[in-house]
C-alpha cells in the first residue's frame, strides 16, 4: 500500500467542499491538522478524514476529556470552593448555636427559678397551682434540648469534601 501523499490547500478545500480561506482559518484556529513547509501548508487526507469523523476536533481533544476536567475541577476549583462553603456554614451554625443557647439557657433559667420559688411556697404552706415534678421535667427536657441541639450544630460545622451523588443529581450520572 502506498503511504498517504502530502497535499495543499486546494486539494483539501476541494476534498472537503469548502473553500481555501475556510481551510486557513481552521489551520489559523489550529483546528485542523497541518503542517508548515516553507511557506506552503500540507496536510494528510488521513488525518483531514479522521479530524471530520471526531466531529471537527482533533482525535486528542477528544480523548479523556471529562477525566481531565474533573481532576482540573478537583485540584484548582474545589479547595476555594470548599473552603468558601466551610466558611459560610461554620459562621451560620457558629451564629444558631449562640441563638439557641441563649434562647433555652433564658428558658432554663426561667423555669429553674419558678421552680424555686414554687418550692419555698409549698415549704411555705401556699396553694401551689403548678406541679413541682412537672416544672423539673421541663428544666430537664430543655436541658437535653440544648445538649442535643448544640451536639448537632457541632456536627454541622464538620465538612467533608465529596463528589456529588448522582441519585440526587441524575444529570451527573455519567461521572459514575
Known amino acids: 500500500m502506498l503511504p498517504d501523499p502530502w497535499v495543499s490547500v486546494e ?3 476541494r476534498h472537503l467542499g469548502v473553500s481555501k480561506d475556510t481551510n486557513y ?3 489559523e484556529a489550529q483546528r485542523l491538522a497541518a503542517h508548515k513547509v516553507g511557506r506552503f501548508w500540507k496536510f494528510k487526507l488521513q488525518e483531514i478524514d479522521d479530524w471530520v469523523r471526531a466531529g471537527g ?5 477528544c480523548a479523556d476529556q471529562e477525566q481531565k476536567a474533573l481532576a ?4 484548582s476549583l474545589v479547595p476555594p470552593h470548599f473552603e ?5 456554614r461554620m459562621a451560620k451554625a457558629d451564629k444558631t448555636l449562640a441563638a439557641v443557647n441563649e434562647r433555652l439557657t433564658k428558658e432554663i433559667d426561667y423555669w429553674s427559678d419558678r ?4 418550692r419555698e411556697d409549698q415549704e411555705a404552706g401556699e396553694d401551689v397551682r403548678l406541679n413541682l415534678e412537672n ?6 427536657d430543655l436541658e437535653g434540648r440544648l445538649e442535643g441541639r448544640k451536639k448537632e450544630l457541632q456536627a454541622m460545622r464538620h465538612l467533608s469534601s465529596a463528589r456529588p451523588c448522582p441519585s440526587l443529581f441524575p444529570s451527573l450520572a455519567c461521572l459514575e
Open 11 to 13: 486539494d483539501v478545500a
Open 25 to 27: 482559518r481552521w489551520v
Open 57 to 61: 476536533k482533533e482525535p486528542w481533544i
Open 72 to 75: 482540573l475541577a478537583a485540584s
Open 84 to 88: 468558601e462553603v466551610a466558611h459560610r
Open 115 to 118: 421552680w424555686m420559688k414554687l
Open 135 to 140: 416544672v423539673r421535667r421541663t428544666i430537664l
